[in-house]
């Protein structure tokens, strides 16, 4: 129903990536069908050990299932793949959490408008993102800035939308957290447009997310692509 608040000639699709959120997948799923749509939403679920995929199921919007938990870039890989092989002109990024608010896909989707991807990017002025946060992301900005000279604000921020073209000139392979930065790095290497918002976060849990070992583990794949490039 309130999907025509967005690009109705865009056909896109927003992939949520979930392990274990069984607990709160209801309660992001009926706020993202409000301005989504249920049809447009894909649910991966992880390999989780709860409800995740059942309570999905409940809310009508498409589940995907990993057998075994391989990572946010492979649960992100595999329902791009979907949206692309169902002819999506747009595939957008979601976290499954609660922390985006899907009240911002609309700008995000009007934004791609002469842009291959669309970035966002949070407030951490903000009391409620945990330091570690704060430090590791701000520490994995600055070395993509370093090593390959484009300055996007939050690589590390999950709300994202790319054009069909966008996905397809990327190719992505990373399957754990680092898929994040693999879409930066791969943006500046191929030159494509793009532009950043600025969107609300909810923390939930202070502990989910990329931790020191992750943020360490991006870095050196970080260097890795580069003397690859």
């Not at 056909?11 to 959120?21: K, R, T, V």
């Not at 299932?65 to 649960?75: D, P, T, W």
């Not at 002025?125 to 070395?143: C, E, L, Y």
């Amino acid at each position: 129903m309130a999907a025509a608040k967005t690009n109705s000639k865009m056909d896109f699709y927003a992939i949520m990536p979930a392990y274990n959120e069984g607990k709160n997948i209801r309660a992001v799923l009926e706020r993202a069908k409000k301005i989504v749509g249920g049809k447009r939403i894909i649910v991966v679920d992880d390999g989780s050990k709860d409800a995740t995929a059942a309570e999905a199921a409940k809310q009508g919007v498409t589940v995907l299932r990993h057998i075994i938990n391989l990572g946010k870039g492979a649960a992100l890989r595999t329902g791009s793949q979907y949206a692309h092989d169902k002819g999506a002109d747009v595939i957008v990024y979601m976290d499954s959490d609660g922390q985006h608010d899907p009240e911002d896909l609309p700008g995000i989707i009007e934004a791609l408008k002469g842009n291959d991807i669309v970035f966002t990017y949070r407030d951490r002025r903000s009391q409620h993102m945990p330091i570690v946060k704060k430090v590791g992301n701000w520490f994995i900005d600055a070395a993509m800035k370093l090593l390959f000279h484009i300055n996007v604000i939050d690589t590390q921020c999950g709300y994202k939308a790319m054009t069909r073209q966008a996905y397809e000139k990327l190719n992505l392979m990373s399957n754990d957290y680092s898929i994040e930065s693999e879409i930066v790095a791969k943006t500046g290497k191929y030159r494509l447009r793009f532009t950043q918002l600025p969107i609300r976060t909810f923390y939930s849990d202070r502990y989910k997310g990329t931790t020191v070992f992750d943020g360490i583990n991006i870095v050196l794949k970080m260097l890795w692509w580069r003397m690859a490039r």
